[in-house]
């Protein structure tokens, strides 16, 4: 099984082979839903989440295409699919994609790794005292059900 960074490289290079320029990126996610209505949870899901979006440029035409099937067949056929849109595509001479810069090496301080660490039941007890707070706030404040995505 490839890593996200190797999936994403595979689609730039096999577009590059194509002649096209490419960018790639990976997106993955969790989300948990709960819904708690009167002090009681009525649902609680997890979802989990991954893709790939490849956007080529080939003189000036653009083609983008995106699978969440991370298998090597299905990158080529992303890729393949990206191309083939770019070909029916008007072309734009300024449609370039920027030159490449080096990925910082700091800690952007964009994502709470703590998330990650929160169990169901911290999260069940987040959303049951945030739904206790808001029905104690004022009388006239009445709520089918709270929800809360809490990723």
């Known amino acids: 099984m490839m890593s996200p960074l190797e999936v994403a490289t595979r689609a730039v290079q096999k577009a590059a082979s194509q002649g096209a320029a490419a960018e790639a990126y990976i997106a993955s996610g969790n989300q948990t839903t709960v819904q708690v209505r009167q002090g009681e949870v009525e649902k609680l899901s997890y979802a989990g989440s991954k893709g790939l979006g490849v956007r080529v440029l080939v003189d000036g035409q653009m083609g983008y295409a ?85 990723d």
């Open 66 to 150: 995106y699978t969440s099937d991370f298998s090597e067949q299905s990158v080529d056929q992303t890729v393949g699919a990206a191309l083939e849109l770019a070909e029916i595509s008007d072309p734009d001479p300024h449609r370039v994609l920027p030159d490449p810069k080096p990925i910082v090496d700091e800690d952007l301080q964009i994502f709470d790794r703590s998330m990650e660490e929160t169990t169901a039941d911290n999260k069940v007890a987040f959303q049951k005292a945030v739904e206790a707070a808001a029905l104690g706030y004022d009388p006239r404040i009445q709520v089918a059900a709270f929800n809360m995505y809490l």
